[in-house]
């Protein structure tokens, strides 16, 4: 396969199918133009975060031969999605426990109306 075949968007989840049909006005790309948009690009649109961006670049990875761009970290692909997957748990556990002491506070504050320092 090379880089001016049609992007494989049949093995790509439906939210990554869908941000690259609207990207390109419902036709499906050649795998140089999904490669030449830039990560930061591909964050701007609708459906792509983190983990699609990261599921869009792997089916790039091997089939543009280096040609798109080499890691510049030194870190191995598979060391630096490890550290992303935790790092993204981490973020859901904080961005619960947020939500949970948001709730919490609102039904304080709805049941006594005051402050909820006990001196």
């Known amino acids: 396969m090379g880089l001016d075949d049609p992007f494989p968007i049949e093995k790509c989840s439906g939210r990554v199918r869908g941000a690259i049909l609207a990207e390109f006005q419902g036709r499906c790309p050649t795998i140089r133009e999904v490669a ?3 990560d930061a690009q591909w964050l701007t649109v609708p459906n792509i975060g983190p ?3 990261e599921e869009l670049r792997s ?3 091997p089939l543009s031969d280096g040609e798109s761009r080499p ?3 030194g870190i191995p692909d598979g060391e630096l999605l490890s550290r992303l997957n935790r790092l993204q748990r981490e973020l859901n556990i904080l961005v619960g426990e947020i939500r949970a002491r948001l709730s919490a506070g609102s039904h304080k504050k709805n049941g006594r109306g005051g402050p909820h320092h006990h001196t």
């Open 36 to 38: 030449s948009i830039s």
């Open 51 to 53: 983990t699609t961006l």
């Open 59 to 61: 089916m790039i990875s």
């Open 71 to 73: 890691s510049t970290t």
